[in-house]
């Protein structure tokens, strides 16, 4: 059966949960469209984020790679389009660093378009009733150097074959919950949806 | 066994669904907290809403009502504290009357608190990890028609001891998911998440 | 000549600006649509800020009244319908009270209706390209506080034939230029389409 | 003295104003901080737009170019700081092309950093009270198409000293004073106020 590794970030900016970690527990284990989904934790740390990548790849050999975050304040499912050479962080990451401008790898590229089929994914997901579109930005935080350096990492690894790419999540429901006023009113979207969305997107992979 | 009376509009404005609609649905036939669920459907017609809801009261003798009707854009389940003597349709309603600045009733208060335990059913559903917040206008549509028509009702007809009020709730995932560009960039809300919302909501109740 | 008292609140909730009070100051002594503009300054004061509104209107002897308040998120200038007889504070005032679904005047009706002609006014300000909408709600705090309580105070002293109600405006460009992050992403309105919005406003009156 | 090309897109997508348009006829023949500010209009029209870049770049021989263009929805100035090579559009441009997932420039690179002094250049703007920040995507419309395809054009010819980038604005106020409901309430900056970030933005070039 193929692989699929699926990643979660841990919580980061004060909060205690992070979406993308809910989801994948539970998706961890499932069987869907031919692949064993295989789900692994990420520290929201710079470089150390892509080590954690890195060795799950190593140990895996996954067929694909969706790394999941959170976009706190997006009321869909975004894929990204695109990675970009940048690292910089509007807030200090879960060890402290907060680099301004400086490059995910000095060697790399500019960008590296996500090699996941992101239109085929978006539409599974529409089709099946989840609200899903293509984004154009995966920021310039954690999010974003982990897709850029998983690409950069497959590619200068001689895996550019294997499908990579971000899938960003909306806050869940209990995160708003827990806020008052304005600051609590951002869409939330439930581990329910976020799971009937990734099954039908998982269908979408060849 | 007490009973509880909770309403669901049928789907209007270009809409093929409507959330309180399927919401209700869930929720018809369950006990909660000693309440027998009650559901009905309503439609979306001045006046005909409200005698829908007059009908049910009279057959049903509920210890309770809630009415419930989609809040397009808002992002949490919302609470109303008042509903006011003005019928001010933006669009016409499903059998297209559309009257500006009309009284509900012509012989009413300007105004009535809804009468359920408001801050209690936000209280709840926050605690139970879902979105919510008091609002305080549940628009000038047929929401607000019913809301206050209903209140009214029971007040001049002795029922006033019954708790009565009206619960907005966002869109759907699926109302957004046939949606394209940014005007399906509204909040949605999974009916798995709001049933457990309104099973907290329902808790509050004596 | 005609007088138009307009008021505009002081800062609060930690701004160090409010867009209705450098808004006033724009406008005071200005002659419009045959009213001449009187400005007061009104402190976030449960109470105070009626005192001063009582005190403006024995002293000017105002022929219209326009209260003035910050909508922090709202896009457009938006004409309240409507003021309720509750204090919920959600943060404190500017000397603390922060009370709880209290009344503003015990012997009150629930609501009033504002008696400016507010669909005029909304109507004036789209057709000289500024948005502006009617609003059904002022909230719960100051803002409501004061119509309400200046409805009331009107209609107790014999003076309800004076048209008096409430605007609400958005952040100005610079209280949002000095927040970071998503924190600064609310709309923002500049003091000239103020001006030209008010101005617009003003020739609604009769 | 040095001169300043800025470029405003014509209207597109139903409106009848772009404000990108306004502003540059405000700032043409303006010299601000060692530069004389030449303005060109630009047509919605893919290939078309970068032809009369082109033109102008050869005809004016610019120290700097600002490109810029309406982001509807957005409530703050933006600085786009990359444009990346693909054509997608969600709508057609002015001339009904709708490329889907097509490449700017076959042979060029997969994207571009914008050359401008993107931080210090919202930097300023914000010291000046005007909200501005820094953008990670111009979409992938005839904006991005622009922002590409001029960094690309600059590149090739020899001409990658000259700073060039994009600069996105919000609606300006007498466009959603035309709509009504829900699609009005939308962000608007006035003319005004982009005349006083963009009088601050371009301080900030050497």
């Given at each position: 059966?193929?692989?699929l590794?699926i990643?979660?970030?841990?919580?980061?900016?004060?909060?205690?949960?992070?979406?993308?970690?809910?989801?994948?527990?539970?998706?961890?284990?499932?069987?869907?469209?031919?692949?064993?989904?295989?789900?692994?934790?990420?520290?929201?740390?710079?470089?150390?984020?892509?080590?954690?990548?890195?060795?799950?790849?190593?140990?895996?050999?996954?067929d694909a790679v969706i790394i999941?975050?959170?976009?706190?304040?997006?009321?869909?499912?975004?894929v990204e389009r695109i990675g970009?050479?940048?690292?910089?962080?509007?807030?200090?990451?879960?060890?402290?660093?907060?680099?301004?401008?400086?490059?995910?790898?000095?060697?790399?590229?500019?960008?590296y378009w996500a090699t996941l089929p992101i239109k085929k994914m978006v539409?599974n997901?529409?089709?099946?009733?989840?609200?899903?579109?293509v984004?154009?930005?995966?920021?310039?935080?954690?999010?974003?150097?982990?897709l850029?350096?998983t690409l950069?990492?497959?590619?200068?690894?001689?895996?550019?074959?294997i499908p990579a790419g971000f899938v960003?999540?909306?806050?869940?429901?209990?995160?708003?919950?827990?806020?008052?006023?304005?600051?609590?009113?951002?869409?939330?979207?439930?581990?329910?949806?976020?799971?009937?969305?990734?099954?039908?997107m998982i269908?979408a992979l060849d």
């Open positions: 059966m193929k692989k590794l990643t979660g970030f841990q919580p980061f900016g004060g909060e205690t949960v992070n979406p993308a970690l809910e989801l994948v527990k539970q998706l961890a284990g499932k069987n869907i469209n031919g692949y064993e989904v295989v789900a692994r934790e990420i520290p929201v740390v710079r470089y150390e984020a892509l080590d954690a990548v890195r060795s799950a790849v190593d140990e895996i050999s996954p999941v975050g959170q976009a706190g304040g997006r009321p869909d499912i975004t970009i050479d940048v690292d910089d962080f509007r807030i200090p990451d879960n060890k402290g660093n907060q680099p301004v401008d400086e490059p995910v790898a000095k060697d790399g590229p500019i960008a539409a997901m529409k089709a099946a009733g989840i609200p899903a579109s984004s154009n930005s995966a920021g310039t935080y954690v999010c974003n150097h982990l850029y350096g950069h990492l497959l590619a200068t690894a001689g895996k550019a074959h960003h999540i909306p806050y869940l429901p209990e995160q708003m919950a827990v806020r008052k006023g304005i600051e609590s009113q951002y869409p939330t979207m439930g581990v329910e949806t976020l799971v009937k969305g990734f099954t039908a269908e």
